[in-house]
C-alpha cells in the first residue's frame, strides 16, 4: 500500500487539478517541490522543529495540512476565497499535499509529552 499511495494519489491529484486548471496544478507542483526543498535543505538540515507548542503535558503540533486547511477555512469564511489568485490556492494546494503525502505522523496534532 506505500508504493501505491506515494504514487497513485499525488498522481491522480495532479491530473484532477490538471483538469480543473493548468495554473493551479502549477502552483500545487511550485507549493509541494519548494516545501520538499525547503524541508530538505533548513529543517533536517538545522534540525529544526517547526510549529510544535508545549502545552502543561501536551505537545500541539501546527502541521502544514492543517495550517493551509485553517487558512482557506478564514478565507471562505471572510468571503475573499474567489479573490485570491488561483496560483496562490494551488501553492497552498502543494504545501499541503507535502505534508500528507511524506509526513507519517499527519494525523498526531496533540500528544502527550513523554
Known amino acids: 500500500m506505500g508504493k501505491f499511495k506515494k504514487f497513485v494519489f499525488p498522481s491522480a491529484t495532479l ?4 483538469w480543473f486548471s ?3 496544478a502549477l502552483g500545487i507542483v511550485i507549493g509541494y517541490f519548494s516545501t520538499y526543498i525547503f524541508d530538505i535543505k533548513i529543517t533536517k538540515k538545522e534540525k529544526i522543529k517547526m510549529a510544535r507548542f508545549n502545552i502543561g ?3 500541539l503540533h501546527i502541521h502544514h495540512w492543517l495550517m ?7 478565507c471562505w469564511m471572510a468571503g475573499v476565497l ?4 488561483v496560483v496562490i490556492l ?6 499541503m499535499a507535502h ?3 511524506l ?5 498526531k496534532i496533540i500528544m502527550k509529552k513523554e
Request: aromatic share 18%; charged share 15%; no cysteine.
Open 15 to 18: 491530473l484532477f487539478s490538471l
Open 22 to 24: 493548468v495554473v493551479f
Open 57 to 59: 503535558k501536551w505537545r
Open 68 to 74: 493551509g486547511a485553517i487558512a482557506f477555512l478564514i
Open 82 to 85: 474567489g479573490l485570491i489568485p
Open 90 to 95: 494551488g501553492f497552498a494546494g502543494g504545501v
Open 99 to 101: 505534508d500528507l503525502h
Open 103 to 107: 509526513d507519517k505522523n499527519w494525523h
